[in-house]
């Protein structure tokens, strides 16, 4: 029954006349699967008339054709990929929510994490308030409803709401005539829009999404921007803008996008490939290949390698088809898993000297259990180089790090570190050199408390027990 | 967007124990399963902690073997069969509906359908909330959660919530720590509760779900009483009971209920056949044999056949597999449709005098169709006759009649409609014979407001529009 | 890997022209299920191009609309319902079966039971022959190709298989140009056609499916006769008729056939009400009410009922809602299994001195519990009648009765039975009344051999051990 | 009705003792995946009783939770995946095969493509023989089933089969007690063995399954090789063995192998880099940037990266996600399909002369589509290098090339070709070079028929229709 902390995925159409929105949706989910993979949903808005389906899933999984075929051509639509679920039934707290207020319906789309939801929750519910989710997506748009009680309009209200819900959110509102986007005063989360050739516009998280919907890019939304899509037309709402400094989850770079979206004017492979470079100055090491550890490490490695002139070399195969419905082996065949999933390649391993690069540790295990696969294909020296610092910190902004006490940085030395993931050497980035991964060379414009324990907003009051309740399975990340 | 009009089954469970409850209330849900096949759920109390699975299709669809077995055990559970959905996603509006409050989270199962929900929800909306589903359910929970805020119980709340709500509703709500029965102050709608051996209470729409989940019938609920089972206790709560005149719906007895029910001390299969043996004195005929419809009509003709002195015989044999996911054929083999769903018996029809005996008659069109089986099998009279007056009226209580224009006795004189279905005479029930079905001599104690234009509360206010939408097709019905 | 013994039905169409036969035939395969709910399947010939899908499950369940409609439109088509499974993989098992040999393709659906298969099985092995399942319809697929490798046509490949082949079987076969209709020379299993208005001819193992297809009931085949249908004419190959005595199997009668089917003349709900008037006159009892257990005692009930002028009554409501896939209590509710299914209606049982008819006695459990539901609803006697003779024999022709071990009435004397059961009087009908069902007064026409030990034709040579692995599990037919 | 030509892997497990061989099984089948995508299937064997679970789909489609735990354990297993389908019903040509003649049972999985399939079909059925497929694997069946007849062992009639088929095959069989693997006299397909650390014995298509598997490599089965493995032992027949020349297929290196698997002595890896170092002397260009076309293309992207001395760079993104059920756009929004499968990133690509690697050319639609995108992202200048030389003849060993009609090679000059793709140079690897992929200076010891027109074994007699019913479909190559 507590708040949920998740990494999603959003976007928006507003189409110039009555098209396949739910089409076009589907197909921008597609392109943000990454972010999310545990469910899905798209609303479409057919003059006012809103239909829909979201379920437990992969985007190919909960949109068969007939679904897909079931929901009717619009003017509008929404989507939302989502990572994790909690409690009973996920199925209730997939997204976007749709819900009938005074003044209409309403779909939400959400990605982030409010610091605030436990107090609105209580305030809403001592005024008798009822909560079908434990979504903070459903807390934003009893916000939005009250403020539109009095406010002239959905946008005003949603302008308002932002007021009242503090923290990360990146988030598509549609009402029966209007397309919605807002991002918080800080930025955390990304969100960015662009133009069809048809001439209708699409919001979404990263710009990969707006390329797979056939759309130009136009630009990122401000923190503190909202956008109003409404009768071909696009307005912005700038009365929180530069209200607070901008803050932009670095992580995002690190690990979160995919390496051919551009956020906030960075391009992400560009910031791992610097982070890669980086890392060969600060932790250099004789050797003969350079090897990332698929798929998120691949992009660093490249740079450590370009930086060092060591060659760069494919080291290890991952098996593509292996998903969320995978059958983990029992006792007998434990030992055999990790290879299913990821294999080295013994040509490039055996008698060599690599350098491997992954883009962060979390436990610790998963580090271990494909070095364990090197010693054993033959290397002759593994140097690990990690292309972010060392997590040390909760994230409040819609990051799922595991809790303090499973983090191997927070209760070993990096020499314990090395040992335990028995390598010859290891070498975390810096914090220092983080501006330069998105090309600053100030420590300015991002957010890192995960990392330095700065926390750009207040922190949520209750973050005691439930902290260590949801949390990101390593297993998920390789 | 507007209000729906349902039939529904409803059941709660309090264990003595921590035991297999969502087993029970699975074997629960089959026994009402005629009461609605649309959706289905079951909400699962383990000692507070709600789990629970609903969706759209039957008992043995929505609960395969893997889904049954994933809810946990649990001290209390709460049940729903539901007959018809709306709009864009059924799913949404699946019951029991699991809302969390400011004093902990509530299951609700309801059967019935208000008279003031329109007016109720406008209200609630002008005051910022929101709703997720168009039920009755959903605004009966946030009259229970505002008074809940001041009242000293759960229970206490769902009494005062009664003077708010007008119409029929027979509810079953579940708290933390309590399984709470109410019925409306009319007693539209059955309810019933039971023990069983092991000192467990159980709540069911109908006395036949009592047996199926392995309980003696102890008593209906009176109407406008509220029970409460807690901690291996029943107490009730009778405030409200008096208030109003007894309501019972007629056409539970004529059609609705399964006939191994015995609903406010009236056993549904006696009451169709003394309707079938008032009908052979009203409606007399010379004949060879009395033949039902199955298997609303069967009893009727049973009851007709013996007070006439015709044999009785078995004239059609319905096909048991055909269900929701038969696949009408296209126009090439129309023809053969109904055929394949109840097929006469040559040997009984064939140059025989027939007196046929159904239910009801809606639009006309399903009784011609089995009619003209009868003729083409060889019929040599077919007389018709039916177990209750014309329908005439719109139920506003939770009985989905079809709408006025449709009605056939609306449109034809008695004499029009015989001629339209093709029969040698037709004969209705007379309203005066009600009282006799359930052993009355007097016209009091039930509800035949759909014969009668005669209702017992307020109507509802926006009935004009919204009256045409949701009706029960007439294919359904045999 | 021993033979099936097993109980199907079959079809087959052939249209005037291009239409939509798999649409047909669903139809024709809804009629038909209750002689099998295991598994099914549809071959569509489309001007000599098969397609199908067969699967295990009930038509419903296979048929989804994409799948249906997945099949295109022909002007033949062959379809199959199976009651039983073995081994490993049901699916290999499913029928029609689709072959291909040197003069083209084939498609059989079959029912019945050969007696010679293990030797024929063997003897085409010797030789090199590869089999994929352990159906007696392989077997008869081998036999007919290498009929067909010397024979001018396949019609006469089917008759001359018919010297080989020895036992029960009811087959229909399509090649790319012409559907054959066969019937063994016993005329074990039913086998008719029909012809439609649009003059297309339609087989069916039942009339009841010659109906649902649209189809008028033309004749029976005769036992020994081969059918042919092709170019929208009919040839009757007689060469094996008259050659063995006629066998109707009596326990189609008695229990597997729809009671709207006429089959060889005889209807099958008269003779299961002449049953239940024999049944009167050998077992008198004074009595308050004649109740069936449903579905199959409810017409020899009436018979009863009729005879011995005992006031017909329903006595219990079946749930027409429990399937294949209904899952069985744990240990826990095991008590309250049988009242979900089958429930006493308290009103006409309570204090009533009852006459129960069903239609056969396997294990005895089975009626046991029911009886006990009667005594514990306040039955004031209880005194049961079976429309059959007592089981003591293995069938060989296709039906599936349990090993002698198992049956009741080898291994007690009637009062023995009378008392493991509890009842007040137990009554079988006498073998001598068997010919009364199908109008004769001669003990001639028909197999009961599971009554008498009379077998009409050679018996399998492997009969132990295999007799006891394929059986009916009483459970399933009540 | 005609052959397949079909790519596939094979697996066979023989443990030392009863354990989880389908886990073991479904591992394998995951790391084949890319082998096969259509089909696949595990039998166990469990002490001579085999049961199994084939169907339509991915291994992890086809083996859910209750599939696969449904399969008991085993002594030995063998599993199967499947490139194509044909005709009515996928399902029943799914593999492993299962059949029972006269000496017992017997499964079997093929991979690869007979000569004389035709002529063997109809030597069979003119015997009598009935065909349930249209697999190459039934025939094989047949021979081997023969063959038992008077072979001392199944080996021996393996071993003697391998007279009569002709063409390419990598088989493994399983018997009641015995494991057999055997390949082709040439050699076409892959197929080696390994030892698990219990001392079971594990045959597949690639090293990388032997991996997967937990087994330890041990060497490549050698043309014409027929191993069994038994109680814990292997044993080698060698009669066929040197009986011609090896010809392992040259484009199992260049396309279908997985990166990290060793085939006959080479690693596929390196093949592919060496495929790209040569084309890099071959066809040098000045360029900023080389990039691969994922997946197949990258490894030699690299190759051709290091020879040339210009930087590997990661051009395009591929959706991970896309699957078999992916749905097309409708005509609206075709255009935009290319980049949600494949989205290049734009700040490699933006103003940079670029090297594009791919595996081979097709039709030239797919290529041109990859292209357009790298235009569009403001491509500077774009030289194609093909890691392969041009298509230009049927495969007939189990590769499904396009037809010549569709083959841009057989209908085009280079000139024409690069035109019609657009780029500013077009370069394929030169036949001559071939040879330097697997390390050989002399063209010898694989078989490139598809490049060169000379097949080493005599062709099938009916190639000429049917050739054009089989293809790869371009859009599954990228």
Redo the contacts between chains.
């Keep these: 029954?507590s708040q949920l902390h998740e990494e999603c995925g959003v976007l928006g159409i507003a189409a110039p006349w009555r098209?396949?929105v739910a089409?076009?949706a589907?197909?921008g989910l597609?392109?943000l699967?990454?972010r999310g993979q545990e469910s899905c949903g798209i609303v479409v808005n057919d003059d006012g008339?809103?239909?829909?389906?979201k379920d437990v899933g992969?985007?190919?999984?909960v949109?068969?054709?007939?679904v897909?075929e079931s929901l009717p051509q619009g003017n509008m639509a929404v989507g939302h990929v989502r990572y994790s679920t909690t409690g009973?039934?996920g199925?209730?707290n997939c997204q976007p929510?749709?819900?009938?207020?005074?003044k209409g319906?309403m779909a939400l789309a959400h990605n982030g994490n409010l610091v605030n939801s436990s107090e609105l929750r209580?305030e809403l519910?001592?005024?008798?308030?009822?909560?079908?989710t434990?979504n903070d997506t459903?807390v934003i748009?009893?916000v939005i409803?009250?403020e539109r009680?009095r406010a002239p309009s959905i946008e005003e209200a949603v302008s308002r709401a932002m007021d009242t819900i503090k923290g990360a959110y990146s988030l598509v509102v549609m009402s029966p005539s209007k397309l919605i986007a807002a991002r918080d005063v800080n930025g955390f989360r990304p969100l960015c829009y662009g133009v069809r050739a048809d001439g209708g516009y699409v919001v979404a998280s990263e710009t990969?999404a707006l390329?797979?919907?056939?759309a130009r890019f136009e630009r990122d939304l401000d923190p503190g921007e909202v956008m109003v899509f409404s009768g071909g037309e696009v307005r912005s709402i700038r009365d929180h803008c530069g209200t607070a400094p901008r803050r932009t989850c670095i992580f995002e770079y690190i690990y979160f996008a995919?390496?051919?979206s551009?956020l906030d004017g960075v391009?992400v492979?560009?910031a791992r490939m610097r982070a890669g470079e980086r890392l060969a100055q600060r932790h250099p090491v004789e050797a003969d290949v350079v090897i990332g550890v698929p798929?998120s490490g691949?992009?660093a490695a490249?740079g450590y390698a370009?930086a060092s002139g060591i060659?760069?070399?494919?080291g290890f195969?991952k098996?593509?088809?292996?998903?969320r419905?995978?059958?983990a082996?029992?006792q007998?065949?434990r030992?055999?898993?990790v290879?299913?999933k990821l294999?080295?390649?013994?040509?490039?391993v055996r008698g060599k000297r690599l350098v491997v690069v992954d883009d962060s540790i979390v436990r610790g295990t998963t580090s271990k259990r494909f070095v364990d696969l090197l010693w054993e294909a033959g290397a002759a020296e593994v140097h690990l180089r990690i292309s972010s610092p060392p997590f040390l910190n909760p994230c409040y902004y819609g990051t799922d790090i595991d809790s303090r006490e499973n983090l191997v940085a927070c209760n070993h030395t990096l020499e314990e570190t090395r040992q335990l993931i028995g390598v010859d050497s290891l070498g975390y980035l810096p914090i220092d050199d983080l501006p330069y991964l998105i090309g600053q060379t100030v420590h300015d414009g991002f957010c890192d408390a995960c990392f330095t324990n700065v926390y750009p907003t207040e922190t949520p009051k209750d973050q005691g027990k439930s902290r260590f309740e949801y949390k990101i399975s390593e297993r998920n990340r390789t």
Tied chains: 1, 2, 3, 4.
């Design positions: 029954m098209t396949d089409h076009l589907y197909y597609f392109a699967q990454h008339l809103f239909s829909y389906h992969l985007v190919n999984e949109f068969s054709r007939p897909l009973g039934s199925r209730s929510m749709v819900v009938n207020h005074i319906h209580r519910e001592l005024q008798g308030s009822i909560f079908h434990t459903e748009s009893y409803t009250r009680l990969c390329e797979a919907m056939g995919r390496p051919d551009v391009s492979q560009e798929d691949l992009d490249l370009r060659p760069y070399g494919v195969i098996n593509r088809y292996i998903g419905t995978f059958i082996p029992g007998a065949f030992e055999d898993l290879r299913i294999n080295p390649i013994s040509n490039v």
